[in-house]
């Protein structure tokens, strides 16, 4: 079975701090994904990633920047956390060829206060 | 630009009954897929079923089947004899050619014992 995991579940932080989301996955995926979940807008892509040091901008990247050092590992930052940022964050992964299906992590609950 | 539409906020379906979700996307593409998800309360967002556009048969699976309707860009899901298990936040979905995933904002089902 795939897995993809996420670093936290549930997350505080203050207004301004720097704040890491890390994502892994196990199944050598080529493509890797930072969503987030907001009640009534779905999912919204913040940025994706093809391959090892790629990054491409999604729907919504103002804010956040990404790094994707190692193939089974994407880390979403955001340099300076606001009020408006607290949301769910969804972490995916999906192969590089055929159907792309994707897999999703557990999600972390991030609260900005 | 590729926009994905559930215009059904919430439903609630018997439980053993049969219920529709609703979904209609537009593109100017020829060849994508269709996916629709779910996601359980506080559990992790996976694939029920998906549909290739060149396919001209509907997808089933078990008790979920698809009415994919090309010329009229719909994708609505069937869910049959209904289980309490089968509550959740369902997501209607598109993946482009450029393997960008875009995201209904969702379908929240209840299911009534």
């Known amino acids: 079975d795939v897995k993809v995991t996420q670093s936290s579940r549930y997350l505080v932080k203050r207004t301004g701090e720097k704040v890491f989301l890390e994502c892994v996955q196990d199944m050598d995926h080529e493509n890797m994904f930072w969503y987030r979940q907001d009640p009534g807008l779905g999912l919204r892509l913040i940025y994706f990633?093809?391959?090892?040091?790629?990054?491409e901008k999604g729907d919504i990247p103002e804010g956040y920047s990404v790094s994707r050092e190692k193939k089974e590992r994407f880390s979403l930052i955001l340099e300076s956390a606001s009020t408006n940022q607290t949301s769910m964050y969804l972490c995916a992964s999906s192969t590089g060829t055929g159907v792309h299906e994707q897999y999703f992590g557990p999600g972390t609950r991030l609260t900005v206060t | 630009a590729q926009t994905v539409t559930q215009s059904q906020p919430e439903m609630s379906v018997q439980e053993a009954e049969t219920v529709t979700l609703s979904c209609t996307y537009d593109t100017s593409e020829s060849d994508y897929y269709l996916f629709w998800y779910k996601q359980p309360p506080s559990r992790q967002m996976i694939l029920v079923i998906r549909q290739e556009a060149y396919k001209q048969q509907n997808a089933t699976e078990n008790r979920f089947s698809v009415n994919f309707q090309k010329a009229a860009k719909s994708f609505s899901l069937k869910i049959s004899d209904s289980q309490l298990g089968d509550a959740a936040m369902y997501f209607c979905?598109?993946?482009?050619?450029?393997?960008?995933?875009?995201f209904g904002p969702g379908t929240s089902l209840s299911v009534i014992p």
């Open positions: 990633s093809y391959d090892v040091k790629m990054k």
């Open positions: 979905a598109y993946r482009t050619s450029y393997d960008k995933v875009i």
